[in-house]
């Protein structure tokens, strides 16, 4: 009788083991899934910040870094999950070259927009890594606790604020 009792106690035990697992790897997609929206919203925002500050400082940029800027935020916009990291990368080097003479309010908008693209990401790799290492562990793995569901891919962009678009100290 005791070895039934503590047989059941086991199985009951294990069994709230993978319930708590599976809920764990429920809640970690739903991070991740979220983590990735706001990370898309704010690789759109600073898109149309670069866009609004192409169109607004047209002058100080020439037309040629103009409508260089107005092609890297329009396919900023319409890249699409295979390309994204790549289209991302070239908006960021084109930061990186932006010419001083810009309106300061276009640029502030535009390094606020940069801060943000780079806490999302922060964000988004950290839900990534956490969603990793739960789903690799071995119950994940023997149950199919996530599963058909690819793991998740992290996002690797360079996301740092370029000098120019840097606010002053106030």
Do not use: C, K
Request: charged residues 25%; hydrophobic residues 50%.
């Amino acid at each position: 009788m005791e070895v039934i009792l503590a047989a059941v106690a086991v199985t009951v035990v294990l069994l709230a083991w993978v319930s708590w697992t599976a809920s764990r790897v429920d809640r970690l997609r739903d991070r991740t899934a979220h983590a990735r929206s706001s990370l898309d919203a704010q690789l759109v925002r600073r898109a149309a910040a670069l866009q609004a500050l192409a169109s607004q400082s047209g002058a100080a940029l020439g037309p040629q870094g103009e409508q260089r800027l107005l092609l890297l935020a329009a396919a900023s916009l319409d890249a699409d999950a295979s390309t994204r990291e790549a289209v991302e990368n070239d908006l960021s080097r084109a930061l990186r070259d932006l010419p001083p003479g810009a309106d300061p309010a276009l640029l502030d908008d535009l390094a606020d927009a940069a801060r943000r693209v780079a806490l999302a990401r922060r964000f988004y790799n950290d839900a990534v890594r956490d969603t990793v290492s739960l789903r690799r562990g071995r119950v994940p793995r023997l149950f199919r606790l996530g599963g058909r569901q690819p793991l998740p891919a992290f996002f690797e962009i360079d996301d740092t604020v370029p000098v120019v678009a840097r606010p002053a100290p106030r």
